[in-house]
């Protein structure tokens, strides 16, 4: 059995504990302030003893693949090479960094930004087929845009060389791994699935087919920036809507993760989403606070397309929030099944709160480990330097109310942060009693 505060190897690289920072939406951007404002986001949870941060996914083109307002792109190597003052602040606290490397394709913000469609008219979206016939009907409706380019094989490679070099920018600029987000409806998880992934060449038909820009990934990066540590999220999409016949069951997402570690993938983080970008990967309560701050409400309706348009996708996540609930650490039983099946470190995260969860999920009690390593996102957000109490305390429980009032504003380009009152309160009352000051024993 290991604690949470044991070290872990992965890809050869030792990660002084199990405790990581899940990648999150940091809306720095590429401009003049983007990496103080990545050190002001990522520094305090390895300040705080967080043994793995990894930074939020970062685009490998410098056109379209956002999925959201803020996202940082890393095509550039001179922009890389100045990340290089945050990982060597990561490094003076004796923590490790990962990049999370991405493109949205279909779910990039052309699809749905009205405001940025607008000022990007000619933009189209990669895509590796044509987009399923629900995306089509909600284009025909007026819910969502489509101007899509499918990818041919060639370009396939081109995109997959994209990642590598990418990989390759922040490996000089001091990354301790690489981090590929593949699923939350980015462009992997949309090669990986039925539901996306149509194509009759050498990228789809067969499952080990849909596979194969995950391998030709995986060649670039070691091609490109050597053995560094390369992981992976492992989609399985059992929360897609029940009218969605072709998608990646549980068996489906355990035979790939199965295969990756044939590919040489280092480890993997087996998640349970939709085929469609939902609250199936934020879970949690309805953010009325949010919805209903007149501060947002401008960038709500530019986001969405007006005020009408707002309140159908507010009336759709109350819905959401009632079909997903709470459920506690919800990608349990798949870590438990992937890590059966592999050899590699299997990595949760997703609704993980209490220390309780983490050490039964690392395998205290009599169960073997559904892990080898715990995540959380949103609780750093509540609180930035949540290891400490993690850690070094008695806490058993974060913050974090799974309430969703810091992810919604993000649609309007608003900055990662808890915006719930009790919440801050709650901080403001441990940040004086010491709770997050390194070497306290409340």
């Known amino acids: 059995m290991a604690t949470l505060e044991d070290p872990l190897e992965v890809g050869g690289v030792e990660i002084p504990n199990r405790l990581y920072r899940a990648p999150l939406l ?92 607008r000022a990007h008219p000619d933009l189209e979206q990669l895509a590796v087929s044509r987009p399923p016939w629900p995306l089509r009907l909600l284009d025909r409706l007026g819910f969502l845009h489509y101007n899509v380019h499918v990818l041919s094989t060639d370009e396939v490679y081109e995109l997959a060389a994209d990642f590598g070099r990418s990989a390759a920018y922040a490996v000089d600029a001091g990354y301790d791994g690489i981090h590929i987000a593949g699923a939350n409806m980015g462009i992997v998880q ?42 992976t999220k492992v989609p399985a999409e059992t ?22 570690e044939k590919i040489g993938y280092d480890a993997v983080v087996p998640v ?10 934020v879970r949690g309560k309805y953010p009325k606070r949010a919805w209903a701050n007149e501060g947002l409400r401008e960038g709500y309706d530019a986001a969405f397309g007006g005020p009408w348009r707002t309140r159908l996708v507010a009336a759709a996540n109350r819905l959401q929030s009632l079909q997903y609930g709470t459920e506690p650490a919800w990608n349990e039983a798949f870590c438990r099944r992937v890590r059966e099946a592999v050899s590699i470190p299997v990595f949760a995260e997703g609704g993980i709160r209490e220390r309780a969860q983490m050490d039964r999920l690392l395998g205290a009690g009599a169960r073997d480990p559904a892990c080898d390593a715990v995540g959380m996102a949103r609780p750093f ?59 306290s024993q409340s």
């Not at 809306?27 to 793995?52: F, K, R, Y």
């Not at 050498?202 to 849909?210: K, V, Y």
């Not at 070691?222 to 053995?227: F, L, N, P, W």
């Open 381 to 439: 957000y509540a609180e930035p330097r949540l290891g400490t109490r993690l850690l070094e305390t008695t806490a058993s429980r974060v913050l974090c109310e799974s309430c969703n009032n810091c992810t919604v504003p993000q649609v309007t380009g608003a900055p990662g942060m808890c915006r719930t009152p009790s919440v801050l309160r709650k901080r403001g009352e441990l940040e004086r009693a010491g709770a997050y000051d390194q070497g």
């Open 239 to 260: 929360p897609a809507p029940p009218v969605i016949r072709r998608k990646l069951s549980l068996e489906d997402g355990v035979e790939i993760a199965r295969r990756l």
């Open 190 to 231: 949309q090669f990986l699935s039925p539901f996306y992934n149509r194509r009759e060449d050498e990228f789809g038909g067969s499952p080990e087919a849909r596979l194969r820009f995950l391998a030709v990934v995986h060649d670039e990066i070691r091609e490109r920036a050597g053995d560094v540590p390369l992981i």
């Open 26 to 117: 940091e809306c720095a951007g590429n401009g003049p302030d983007a990496v103080e404002t990545l050190i002001d986001d990522l520094e305090p949870a390895a300040e705080s003893g967080v043994g793995l941060v990894c930074q939020g996914a970062t685009i490998v083109r410098g056109d379209g693949g956002c999925a959201a307002p803020g996202m940082t792109r890393v095509h550039d190597p001179a922009f890389v090479a100045r990340l290089e003052r945050l990982t060597d602040r990561i490094h003076d606290h004796g923590g490790r960094i990962f990049l999370q490397l991405e493109h949205g394709g279909l779910r990039s913000m052309e699809t749905w930004h009205a405001d940025y469609r």
């Open 272 to 281: 349970q989403t939709s085929v469609t970008w939902d609250m199936s990967i």
